[in-house]
């Protein structure tokens, strides 16, 4: 028998249950890191309960809601920090950036969603975000230990604040290398969840042990576009034209679990929460079935050691068609 892991629980291409999917492994911060790194290196991810304290986190989805207030998007009668949708508008004129539509990274919706999305990419030049929240101590230092990077630990500027509304597109199977191919493949993402997210609230699911298939993945655009009779550097920019043209594996993660006989690894998550990943580790998001039309908030810091080659587009703010 087929067991529910949470009612409505879904991806683009069908529902997650126990046939498909199974919990992400948890990790205390305080642990030694020895048993940290251990994990990270087995799993490809290490996702870490309360790395951040909750306060600061449901203070910058509060500044992030307040700052959109006035498009209509909140619920009349709830407060920004609960970021629930209002039930009476509809989804597409409120569309989300970067979650893959088909013109890549660019300016999504038409003229009825422009004051929200001008909005929505203004959050990422606030002070409140782009200094404070993006540079925040708790995981820059956690970070810089973990690594042992120490001081040539660099957060890269170029960050998604990604705002999901119930109904909306999630983004499809990738691994986050092809963006940052110019640069050494060492980079850790931290995945930051801003607010707390129910199971089926469209959080981010991995790839049961799906670091090794992006490594493969990744050897074998490399010897295709080698034998196409590229060089390294034409190569490099040809990663894309080897796959779908938003740099995605699939938007069908149901499909793509079953195709690589895997199972999604899925999770709530609570603000003060942080899912570290490697660079060829392959991920997606669930669709935002949130019972109570809560809007899924999260964001993607980057942190790369700056001893090594890094990818230099990932040091301006995000913008529309930025090339990345
Ligand atoms: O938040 C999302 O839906 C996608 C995030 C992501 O892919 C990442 O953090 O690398
Ligand atoms: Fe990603």
Known sequence: ????????????????????ATLLRP???????????????????????????????????????????STGVLKPGSEPVEGIFDP??????????GAGHADGNGRP?????????????????????????????????????FSGWNKNTLSLRRTLLRNNIPGSKPIGVHYDQIFL???????????VPMGDIKLNGGGLIYL????????????????????AGLSDEEAKNAFNSNMMATGLLSEFPAEFARDNDRRWLVSAYEAGDVVLHKPHMIHASTLNHDPDNVIRLATDLRFCDSS????KRWMNHYTFNDGV
């Not at 028998?1 to 046939?19: K, R, T, Y």
């Open 1 to 20: 028998m087929v067991g529910i892991l949470a009612e409505n629980l879904a991806v683009s291409d069908g529902p997650l249950n126990s046939e498909n």
């Open 27 to 69: 990790s205390d911060p305080t642990l030694p890191l020895e048993e940290l790194h251990k994990r990270y290196e087995e799993d490809g991810y290490l996702f870490l309960k309360q790395v951040l304290p909750r306060e600061d986190v449901l203070e910058a989805r509060n500044a992030y809601f307040s700052s959109l207030e």
């Open 88 to 97: 009476a508008k509809s989804h597409e004129d409120y569309p989300g950036i």
């Open 109 to 145: 919706g038409g003229e009825q969603a422009a004051a929200f999305v001008d909005l929505a990419l203004d959050a990422h030049y606030q002070h409140w975000y782009a200094e404070k929240f993006c540079n925040h101590p708790a995981l820059y230092d956690f970070i810089a230990k």
């Open 181 to 191: 191919r110019h640069g050494d493949p060492t980079s850790i993402t931290a995945w």
């Open 208 to 227: 049961e042990n799906g670091d090794s298939i992006g490594v493969e993945l990744e050897q074998a655009f490399y010897k295709k576009a080698k034998e």
């Open 308 to 311: 090594k080659p890094y990818d």
